[in-house]
């Protein structure tokens, strides 16, 4: 099983940067995919999960209305758009896969290794 994450670096406040997760190894449309994001000294938490089977989504409230989840069934992939993009969105951005439901870190099966999202102000 990999999750494999891209796209992630530096931009500015308002910016926006777009975030894939490659997926493989598993039946892809048997899962929930999610990003997880964690900073120094937090606990990750769940930002936004997409049920791959019927494309049911879930939004944290800090990202509602500027982050959008979709996914390629026909690519094993799943990308988050993140746009308007604020400091305090800087994180480690982790791709997560579960057969489970819930948007929570303590669900999911397999973890990406993560990539670095920098919001300078």
């Known amino acids: 099983v990999q999750l494999v994450e891209s796209g992630g670096g530096l931009v500015q406040a308002g910016g926006s940067l777009r975030l894939s997760c490659a997926a493989s190894?598993?039946?892809?449309?048997?899962?929930?995919i999610g990003w997880f994001r964690q900073a120094p000294g937090k606990e990750r938490e769940g930002v936004s999960c997409?049920?791959?089977?019927?494309?049911?989504?879930y939004y944290a409230d800090s990202v509602k209305g500027r982050f959008t989840i979709s996914s390629d069934n026909g690519k094993g992939t799943v990308v988050l758009q993140m746009n308007s993009l604020k400091p305090e969105d800087t994180d480690v951005y982790y791709c997560?896969?579960?057969?489970?439901?819930?948007?929570?870190?303590?669900?999911?099966?397999?973890w990406g290794k993560g990539t670095l999202v920098t919001v300078s102000s």
């Open positions: 190894g598993f039946t892809f449309e048997l899962y929930a």
């Open positions: 997409i049920r791959v089977s019927d494309g049911n989504t």
């Open positions: 997560a896969a579960t057969t489970g439901s819930g948007c929570k870190t303590a669900f999911m099966d397999y």
